[in-house]
């Protein structure tokens, strides 16, 4: 007799567990912190992972002009040409200034 007593608190306690714990999902899944967020870190992820191949390729390049300058005297004297905007004898040298932007153009640029 007693088992029947309890029963309905039993019956509400389950439902009222049972709501609460979709409540929490609901809000796990939907709030600040959920499928949403997931998706931006995972596209701030990808972005990172592309800069970071892009600044590896980069670094790559660097170290291999690096080692040319150091070790490639015809590299070396392109460059220190170049630099001092000196030719060989037969070359000519083309100087061309490249117009610098407008400040207040700069200010109209999006970011």
Do not use: W
Not at 22 to 45: C, D, F, H, S, W
Not at 55 to 69: S, Y
Not at 79 to 99: M, Q, S, Y
């Amino acid at each position: 007799m007693s088992l029947l007593r309890f029963a309905p608190l039993r019956r509400a306690g389950l439902v009222l567990g049972l709501l609460l714990a979709g409540a929490y999902v609901t809000i796990a899944l939907l709030g600040p912190n959920g499928v949403k967020a997931l998706q931006r870190q995972q596209q701030e992820l990808e972005q990172l992972q592309e800069e970071n191949a892009d600044l590896v390729k980069l670094r790559d390049e660097l170290k291999h002009t690096a080692g040319a300058l150091e070790s490639d005297p015809e590299m070396q004297e392109l460059i220190t040409r170049e630099k001092l905007g000196k030719a060989k004898k037969g070359e000519v040298v083309i100087k061309v200034d490249v117009p610098k932007e407008d400040a207040s153009q700069e200010k109209d640029k999006p970011e």
